[in-house]
């Protein structure tokens, strides 16, 4: 029987672009959506994670003094049964263009008010689209 404690330790962005919509992705295979970003290798930091999963999975390059942390998060992983994954989340504005990359079989830029019809994620959806919301009123 699986770990129902095991954690997934993760960096991600909450990516916002120019006319104030995010960055969701959905990975080769899943049905969620997702703020972009992955697993922290071992020696990485966060932020270092961060800058090299973004690099991977959308060709974007970030300024470390541009990612602001906005703290740590913990729910239930969308893609590993019985884990939880703890996601160390950034606040990143761009106005650069991103392709998807690697593992990434899809992106939308939504509105983080009215993400409409699709399946996020339950770290995106519980936690992190309402506390980006908590902040813009």
């Known amino acids: 029987m699986p770990d129902p404690t095991r954690e997934i330790h993760i960096a991600a962005a909450l990516l916002i672009g120019p006319d104030g919509r995010t ?10 959506f997702m ?10 930091t966060p932020l270092v994670a961060l800058r090299r999963e973004l690099r991977e999975e959308l060709a974007l390059e970030v ?8 703290g740590r998060f913990s729910a239930p ?10 996601a160390e989340i950034y606040l990143v504005h761009t106005s650069a263009a991103v392709e998807p ?16 019809e699709i399946e996020l994620a ?4 519980a936690f992190i689209l309402p506390a980006w919301r908590a902040t813009r009123r």
């Open 63 to 70: 300024d470390a003094a541009a990612a602001i942390h906005l």
């Open 35 to 44: 703020q972009p970003g992955g697993k922290i290798d071992a020696g990485e």
């Open 101 to 116: 990359q690697a593992e990434i079989e899809e992106i939308r830029w939504i509105d983080p008010a009215a993400p409409g």
């Open 77 to 86: 992983a969308a893609n590993e049964t019985d884990a939880i994954v703890v």
């Open 23 to 32: 960055l969701l992705v959905r990975k080769r295979g899943t049905t969620a």
């Open 122 to 125: 339950p770290l995106t959806g």
